[in-house]
């Protein structure tokens, strides 16, 4: 069974930033992509950024410039650097792995950003 974990969400003001990791279980290479999701309150979960076996990556517009996902096969970790951040960006952020060739989804149990205005 895949587990997921995430570490490094909080508290921090507008205009800082946070970084939060991931951390797989098993080897990451075993997965097709990695992204993380998040849900603001009483909105639905949304796609923030997902990077992709091959390197390539994707970010949703609202974060576009401010936000950096990368990957450590060694650690078997994957992080998202948030940076210039804003109160809009305060949600619930998730961890989310796909698995090669069945495609099953996997969630972390979330970490919780805040950001002060």
């Known amino acids: 069974q895949v587990q997921l974990v995430e570490s490094g969400g909080g508290l921090v003001q507008a205009g800082g930033s946070l970084r939060l990791s991931c951390a797989a279980s098993g080897s990451i290479f075993s997965f097709s992509s990695m992204g993380w999701y998040r849900q603001a309150l009483g909105k639905q979960r949304e796609l923030v950024a997902r990077?992709?076996?091959?390197?390539?990556?994707y970010y949703a517009d609202s974060v576009k410039g401010r936000f950096t996902i990368s990957r450590d096969n060694a650690k078997n970790t994957v992080s998202l650097q948030m940076n210039s951040l804003k109160f809009e960006d305060t949600a619930v952020y998730y961890c989310?792995?796909?698995?090669?060739?069945?495609?099953?989804?996997?969630w972390g149990q979330g970490t919780q950003v805040t950001v002060s205005s």
């Open positions: 990077i992709f076996s091959s390197g390539t990556t």
């Open positions: 989310n792995a796909v698995r090669l060739v069945t495609n099953n989804d996997y």
